[in-house]
């Protein structure tokens, strides 16, 4: 582990230092950027990053509170607060000190670095190779996909130095990022692999960004690639000509290539057959892919390029797995929280675990198990291996650990806390007990030979097959695109309305509150108050308040849309009841959408004197709505609104005494209008991955997916389902799904209207969907039980559903029904 003092790091990084504590500060052992995940206050460095919107000079005086001496800033705090008793080193650019540390770092390895670059399968050929060469060699790589400008510096940070070689993946999205990266990774040995469109927006031609992503690799000894396509062929050979790199490439027709590999591909499984060194080989590979396929050539170029081929490798090649990259969140039996993540395990990836743990525990009272195998790492003795591990489940306060595997249960001494040992994953799956698992959060991770997802199944609630599964990093991106759209003093209210259009309610406003998001909106007071009980702090509004629900929003913090003079006497009453003062309240003005608001200035005149005169509410914000943002040729008409909404409510304003916030524009507004941004804009079906126009490259946040629960051939002239509206024109194969009208896949989806996806192809509906189940199609898709099909994500696009039904996105995110359970995932 790194030990160094705060005046070397300062040195390092070339900061001033600025300390006040007298000199006996511990010395720093982790670093961070992330302030959830900090766990050994004391001997962190916490280096405030700036981004356009995202700002951790924020977070610092909080970390203080919570124990962190140590930070480096470009700035240092206005006001006079408890931080200026930190050690703070001040530089110019925190990101530009964060990757100087890391450069250092990495001058101390003594073992060579492989550099993984390219669009797509980074971390896949990274995971394999580790894989591939663990029994052979001491490895240490980057965790998941840490690639990014701030991902490297902390991937090389974590490095255990006793290593045979370094594995780090680099990832950029923008000119002139790479050469940042190649500064501090420094790579011995490169593999470029798939060079396809991910973040071609930044770049004029693919070649540009080959020639970008070739500069990790200047002064490197061997650079790996695949001949196929002739520019990155050419731009490579250029660029290398008169450099020392010895190119290796690999090929599946080009007869030039280093390495000839020609795959067959037979229903289950792959075979390649390829000669080197006079030898010929020939092994099974577990995929059909094509990308699966690309990859794993890339790892077998690299291994015979370095001259570590050998017979045993072949094995290995055909047990390689599919790389999870996720950590799940599940519901748990016995209302436990599962974090599963069961393809791994070693030091740097338990410790990420833990930070994701610690973020879900909803309360800091949740008792935490870990259920941990034995750990797969060479390079530590074991003892001191375990000794790590206690020491991480202590600072993590973690409360039980369940140690599966000889290896941990001959090390059980060293752990403080409650343990169990079982010897194997098959002896705890016969003696567990379900009443042993209770309101608790449980991290469930084990190296991939111990199978734990049978534990998972086990601990998990057991629902039926179909779910949405919800990627909290695309929701994240999704809000990225939007901030960038807007100026950054413009607040952003996020809609959480209607379960978040369908993504649940909870898990979406706490990564959003995590962002910084100003303002959330919820439709009705109860969906407000589960935010509030969950701990969400963010101000949170209510679009449809009733009177009912008034007492219990004032007693949550919830602040009303008041749109009419009814609603306004109704709230003022219980507001004036309840003794508070000065409570937030948003007015809604109508201006052509003809749904709620105010339309009689003089009416609203009244009430904002009113107001400002009896103190016991405050006009916190106001606001209209367009009736049609998203189409050009409504555009005149939602200038009328703009003109007519800044009249009325200049006339709000001109009452109050606090600075009111203007808004206006939803997610399509926000695009195509942005000179109408005013102090807020309101975001809705962009940040879930729906956009009006071609430049807002968004995403959908959730993918529907359910199993095959039965196979049956059916015969010509048989008919299927309810009406017997399906019939058989040819015999065919098909196969019932769990899912139906009442979980949201719409009836209109019968008969050959809507198609899932299943094994690379698009089976239709056939007959009519019933309440709980469909039939489809699968002829041609070779299905068996117990196979996933997509009925909403990256194949079947929600585009999609919505034409099939004749129907917009924001209907078919939100019938989607309660009962289909919602998993988040978060890389
Ligand atoms: C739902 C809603 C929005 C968000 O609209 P999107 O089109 O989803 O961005 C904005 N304002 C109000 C008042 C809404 O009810």
Known sequence: ?????????????????????????????????????????????????????????????????????????????????????????????????????????????????????????????????????????????????????????????????????????????????????????????????????????????????????????????????????????????NKFKNEHTKLFSWSTGELKADLLIRIEKSLQKSTLYFSWLEKSYETEIPFTDDASLENVCHCLAFIAAKGWLKERLLSQLSSLQPVAMRLELKQGINDCLLVNDYYNSDINSLEIALQFLNQQTSSSRQQKTVILSDIRQSGFPARQLYAEVSRLLKLNKVNRLIGIGQNIAEHGTVFEMTTEFYPSTLDFVQNWKSHNFKDEAILIKGAREFRFEEIALLLQKKYHQTQLEVNLNSLVENLNIFKEKVKP?????????????????????????????????????????????????????????????????????????????????????????????????????????????????????HISQQINHEEVLRIQSVFTHLAGSDEAQHDEYTRKQYQQFIEISDIVVSFQKNKVIRHILNSAGIERFPEFQLDMVRLGIGLYGVAATSNTPVRPIARWTSVISQIKTVNVGDTIGYGRKGKADKAMTIAIVPVGYADGFLRHFSNGVGKMWINGTKAPVIGNVCMDMTMIDVSEANAQVGDSVELMGEHIHLTDLAEWAETIPYEILTGISQRVKRVYSQE
């Open 1 to 237: 582990m790194i030990n160094y003092s705060i005046n070397k790091l300062a040195d390092i990084i070339g900061g001033s230092l600025q300390t006040a504590v007298n000199g006996d500060a511990k010395p720093i052992s982790n670093i961070s950027i992330d302030s959830r995940t900090i766990v050994d206050p004391d001997s962190c460095l916490f280096f405030a990053l700036k981004g356009e919107r995202h700002d951790g000079h924020r977070y610092i005086e909080g970390l203080y509170k919570k124990g962190v001496r140590n930070f480096v800033v470009s700035q240092l705090p206005t006001q006079p607060n408890q931080s200026e008793h930190a050690n703070l080193i001040v530089v110019k650019n925190t990101l530009t000190a964060l990757q100087q540390l890391a450069a250092h770092v990495r001058n101390e390895f003594d073992f060579p670095v492989l550099a993984i670059t390219g669009s797509n399968g980074k971390t896949i050929v990274k995971e394999w190779l580790f894989d591939l060469l663990q029994s052979q060699f001491r490895i240490v790589r980057s965790p998941k996909s840490y690639n990014s400008q701030v991902g490297v510096p902390l991937s090389l940070w974590n490095m255990n130095r006793d290593a045979d070689l370094g594995i780090i993946e680099a990832g950029i999205s923008k000119p002139a990022e790479m050469i940042k990266l190649a500064d501090l990774i420094h790579p011995e040995f490169g593999i470029i692999t798939t060079i396809g469109d991910a973040h071609q927006e930044n770049f004029k031609t693919l070649e540009e960004k080959l020639t970008e992503k070739l500069k990790l690799f200047e002064g490197a000894e061997l650079l790996v690639y695949r001949k196929d396509s002739a520019l990155i062929d050419q731009v490579i050979n």
């Open 489 to 605: 003093q413009t607040k952003i209210m996020a809609m959480v309305k209607a379960f978040s259009y369908g993504s649940g309610t909870v898990e979406i406003a706490r990564a959003l509150e995590f962002q910084k998001i100003d303002y959330l909106a919820v439709a009705v007071a109860d969906e407000g108050i589960e935010l509030r009980q969950a701990g969400i702090e963010t101000p949170i509004v209510v679009m449809n308040p009733e009177g009912h629900s008034f007492e219990a929003m004032i007693e949550y913090r919830l602040e009303p849309n008041v749109y009419s003079a009814e609603l306004f006497r109704q709230f003022n009453a219980v507001a004036k009841s309840s003794a508070v003062s000065y409570y937030p309240i948003h007015i809604k003005i109508e201006t052509g959408m003809n749904r709620l608001g105010f339309s009689e200035v003089n009416e609203l005149k």
